[in-house]
């Protein structure tokens, strides 16, 4: 059970690909560069955490980071999962947290794909717009909160968006873009739902946005519309 350090780059042209693995802790201090052009990029710590500072993939590879006994965390808060713009697939799996724990310590992503899924909190900080799942995987907290943000782009979901326990809210913020909802959302017990878009927002067909008891809202900015085609329920006093 020994911790693996990357203090320095670690790179691969073309297709290659950079998988590390260990059993313990993986961990990039803040200078470090893991990067492939096309190839995959995974991370995976069987019993410890994962640190990351800039891990991307420039041809928008898939990255997938795991920490099967431990959070998915940065070195400090310049750190970045994704190249610029890119619209690569991020696949978290978290024994506990995704993101630092503190205010404004959310996990800094350049990705078009998020799946995710751990066993408190998900805290996610988004350049630019962010599908929320896909065919193989959805957004999913056992025991915590989801908070997901953008700073420029919309916010679309792929699969579901849920927490299962720990009455954990569910946060969604767009800057300068709406967010849809296609697919199943839904607040463990007391856990609130939280929209907040930087334009319109959307409920699609059939599609059911729920609480067990939390409080719902819905707010988007200035003139634009707001559409519900799907179902919105909470119950007792949410």
Known sequence: ANAMLVNGNITTAGAGTIVLTGSDAITQDASSLIQTANGLITLASGAGGV?????????????????????????????????????????????????????????????GTLRASATTTIDIAEATGLQLGDVTAGVTSS???????????????????TTTGGNGAITLTSVGDGITI?????????????????????????????????????????????????????????
């Open 143 to 161: 025991g915590g909160n989801i908070t997901i943000a953008t700073a420029n782009g919309a916010i679309t979901t792929g699969n579901s968006v």
């Open 182 to 238: 296609s697919n199943t959302l839904t607040a463990n017990g007391s856990g609130n739902v939280d929209i907040n878009s930087g334009a319109g927002f959307t409920l699609a067909d059939t599609i059911v946005m729920s609480s067990g008891t939390g409080a719902i809202t819905v707010d988007t900015t200035g003139a634009n519309a707001m559409l519900v085609n799907g179902n919105i329920t909470t119950a007792g006093a949410g």
């Open 51 to 111: 640190t990351v500072d800039v891990v991307e993939s420039t041809g928008n590879g898939t990255i997938t980071l795991t920490a099967t006994g431990g959070a998915i965390s940065e070195a400090d808060d310049t750190a970045r999962v994704g190249a610029a713009g890119s619209s690569s697939i991020l696949a978290l799996t978290a024994g506990t947290r995704i993101g630092n724990t503190g205010a404004g310590q959310a996990l800094n992503t350049n990705v």
